[in-house]
Nanobody
Framework: HVQLVESGGASVQAGGSLNLSCKASGWTYNPYCAGWFRQVPGKEREAVAV???????MYADSVKGRFTISRDNAQNTIFLEMHSLKREDTAMYYC?????????????????????WGQGTQVTVS
């Protein structure tokens, strides 16, 4: 079956950078929509970046210009490059994957739509 594993979460200073990775094992499908969500205690999980199978990306307004999502389909891996980090970026970050060619923008990509999730990796900005 499919398993997603994130790595790269850490504690960093405001203004710093951090890179997250998510590798899918057991992935026998085409490179479909994938991306990253984040969640803080007491709030709903929200999408911050979405990437089409071919590499086209979409971002939430809160991270646009600071975060970059990319993918390596040969390795079944997606990445999130984060720069100019703010305290407001502190959250548990989850990678997600679908089996659809057309992707929702972050503003309408709901957790209920996601069939595959990683366990999450904590990002803390101080």
């Amino acid at each position: 079956h499919v398993q997603l594993v994130e790595s790269g979460g850490a504690s960093v200073q405001a203004g710093g950078s951090l890179n997250l990775s998510c590798k899918a094992s057991g992935w026998t499908y085409n490179p479909y929509c994938a991306g990253w969500f984040r969640q803080v205690p007491g709030k709903e999980r929200e999408a911050v970046a979405v990437i089409y199978g071919g590499g086209t990306a979409m971002y939430a307004d809160s991270v646009k210009g600071r975060f970059t999502i990319s993918r390596d389909n040969a390795q079944n891996t997606i990445f999130l490059e984060m720069h100019s980090l703010k305290r407001e970026d502190t959250a548990m970050y989850y990678c997600a994957a679908e089996r659809t060619f057309e992707c929702f923008p972050p503003s309408s990509w709901r957790p209920a739509l996601i069939p595959y999730w990683g366990q999450g990796t904590q990002v803390t900005v101080s």
